[in-house]
């Protein structure tokens, strides 16, 4: 699947890959945030591959690019519900060894007590970062919130992690 963006991103580099109320996001832009993540993944938090990546999250920008980043990673991608509950993800965790969590703000309050009881790391996002243009569209408040200074130990903003520009192996 990830070949299939790094062709799309050669061959049409300033298309909208995805639209996030009015935010383009280029296919060239889809394929360099996700080897940058896979990058860490790769680097910082020791994925290698067959490794399961626990992800967290609503439907965004952060789902797609933290799905196509473990696949990158080549490692195995476990979707959770965000309907489920902390002790529900500490099942998940257990059942798929996934030892890295991606995750968005609003539901890192139940997935945080697995961080050192399960999982070693875990990557927190703001779907507002990916608010960068104007829209007239109805933006929910979760999803329009600013992102928080979260620093917990074993945590690694989103922002963060795409800053540190790693890239990952083979």
Known sequence: MFY??????TR???????????TPITFAEFKDECER??????????????DRVL???QNSPQFIIGYYATLRA????VPVNPMN??????????DSGAKVAIV????????????????DHMIVGAYSDYLKRATDL??????????????DAGVTLWTDALAKNLRPGR
Do not use: M
Request: charged share 25%; with cysteine.
């Open 4 to 9: 299939n963006a790094e062709v799309s991103a």
């Open 85 to 94: 509950l902390t002790d529900e993800l500490r099942h998940y965790v257990k």
């Open 104 to 119: 968005t703000q609003e539901l890192y309050a139940q997935a945080h007590p697995l961080v050192g009881d399960g999982l």
């Open 12 to 22: 049409y580099p300033n298309k909208p890959y995805l639209v996030f109320y009015d």
């Open 138 to 151: 109805k933006v929910p408040d979760f999803i329009r919130a600013p992102r928080q200074p979260i620093g």
């Open 37 to 50: 993540l896979a990058g860490f993944l790769e680097r910082e938090c020791g994925v290698k591959k067959g």
């Open 55 to 57: 992800l967290f999250t």
């Open 74 to 77: 080549n490692a195995v991608v």
